[in-house]
Nanobody, 123 residues
Framework: QVQLVESGGALVQPGDSLTLTCEAS????????ASWFRQVPGSEREGVTC???????YYADSVKGRFTVSRDDAKNTVHLEMNNLKAEDTGVYYC?????????????????WGQGTQVTVSS
């Protein structure tokens, strides 16, 4: 079965750190770009970050300097380390994968999606 499974979402306070993990099964991430999107009710999915198959990374301006994406192809996983979290980081975080990193922020281009994990940043 081809799937992506996210984990690590939680309720945290502003300024806290959190790491999300995305594990792929049924296929290999080796030659794919892997990205994280987030979504809040009433809004479209927003591209947060992407890591290309060779490790090149891309970030939305809103998370640059606070979030770090990484991949472990041996474990078929992708991680998202989030530091100095803010209330506006709240949302459901989705992992997604597609061939190539071009237009990584366009959700409609992705073939594989996880079910999402909730991140809530609140005092």
């Amino acid at each position: 079965q081809v799937q992506l499974v996210e984990s690590g979402g939680a309720l945290v306070q502003p300024g806290d750190s959190l790491t999300l993990t995305c594990e792929a099964s049924g296929f290999t991430l080796d030659y794919l770009a892997a990205s994280w999107f987030r979504q809040v009710p009433g809004s479209e999915r927003e591209g947060v970050t992407c890591v290309g198959s060779r490790g090149t990374t891309y970030y939305a301006d809103s998370v640059k300097g606070r979030f770090t994406v990484s991949r472990d192809d041996a474990k078929n996983t992708v991680h998202l380390e989030m530091n100095n979290l803010k209330a506006e980081d709240t949302g459901v975080y989705y992992c997604a994968a597609k061939p190539g990193f071009k237009n990584w922020y366009m959700a409609e281009l992705y073939s594989y999606w996880g079910q999402g994990t909730q991140v809530t940043v609140s005092s």
